[in-house]
């Protein structure tokens, strides 16, 4: 099976802006993760989505958002970059009758 | 906010020596997971343990899991220059909305 993919891979924005990055999980599961990396907070958990349904979410302002399309890839977006925004964000995706989650490369966001 | 905590937080061994790493949690889980990442990038699931398991082996890895002291270890054994990496811990607890809570890490590096 192909692993978990995420595009684009490397993102330069500026103040501001917006952004939409996407996650396509392994093909079977249904169950998909969004984790921000920083040097000072370390992996933060955003949303999980399954079956087009946010399940959870993570402490971050409004302007973190997710979707998840019907064949289970997954967008995440951010309105109104912050420089505070500029980060490694994940994408992972499980099968709910495991508990093990597989991660995507990352998308390496950069906001000047 | 980060329930894991990893200890140390940098760790230099040499090549076919064992390596140690701590991790202490703060609520019940369900499970306790290890990831390592390589240098920036995405996450690579090594080993789950269930909050009612104590100890559980994979290839050189061995973890322990103490719910009573909400801690967790992780041993490598006969390290090899390629354990070069971060590795976290990261609790499924029981109760809140986070997917995954995950620790600092513990950043490994193997001398050759």
């Known amino acids: 099976k192909a692993g978990v993919t995420q595009t684009p891979r490397y993102l330069i924005k500026t103040r501001g802006q917006q952004v939409t990055l996407s996650c396509s999980p392994i093909?079977?599961?249904?169950?998909v993760s969004w984790y921000q990396q920083t040097p000072g907070q370390g992996l933060q958990f955003l949303f999980e989505?399954?079956?087009?349904?946010?399940?959870n979410k993570g402490n971050f302002p409004g302007r973190f958002s997710g979707r998840q399309f019907s064949n289970s890839r997954s967008e995440m977006n951010v309105s109104t970059l912050e420089l505070g925004d500029s980060a490694l964000y994940l994408c992972?995706?499980?099968?709910?009758?495991?508990?093990?989650?597989?991660f995507g490369p990352g998308t390496r966001l950069t906001v000047l | 906010s980060q329930q894991g905590e990893e200890d140390p937080q940098a760790l230099s061994i040499q090549e076919g020596e064992n390596a140690t790493m701590n991790c202490s949690y703060k609520t019940s889980i369900n499970n306790l997971q290890w990831y390592r990442q390589n240098s920036g990038r995405g996450l690579v699931h090594l080993i789950l343990?269930?909050?009612?398991?104590r100890e559980k082996h994979s290839g050189r890895l061995r973890v322990t899991l103490d719910t009573s002291k909400k801690s967790s270890s992780l041993l490598i054994t006969a390290s090899r220059a390629a354990d070069t990496a971060s590795y976290f811990c990261a609790t499924d607890p029981i109760q809140g909305a986070q997917k995954l809570v995950f620790g600092q890490g513990t950043r490994l590096t193997i001398n050759p």
């Open positions: 093909s079977g599961h249904r169950s």
């Open positions: 992972a995706s499980s099968d709910l009758a495991e508990d093990e989650q597989f």
């Open positions: 343990i269930r909050s009612n398991e």
């Open positions: 989505y399954f079956s087009e349904t946010q399940r």
